[in-house]
């Protein structure tokens, strides 16, 4: 989800009684931030932040194909 939703899809989700791992950046400000870590605590429920870097080396290889010409060119 964009990044200014994270906050908001975690209170709902800490509010249903659901764990979360919330993809970075966790909040826009500290403050949100601490509110959902607090909201957690009080809903007994885990929280956590995570980076996904998955589509890294997927990215990398593309670009190493591109650079390389192999492809022509490519509009």
Known sequence: SPNHTH?????????AGKHILVEKPF???SSD?????TLA???GCLAYTNQNR???ADF???QD???SGK???LI
């Open 54 to 56: 998955r589509f890294d």
């Open 27 to 29: 909040a826009m400000k």
């Open 7 to 15: 906050v908001s899809y975690a209170e709902m989700a800490l509010k």
């Open 65 to 67: 194909i591109i650079e």
């Open 71 to 73: 492809l022509g060119t």
């Open 41 to 43: 605590q009080e809903k």
């Open 60 to 62: 990398l290889i593309l």
């Open 33 to 37: 931030a601490q509110r959902v870590f």
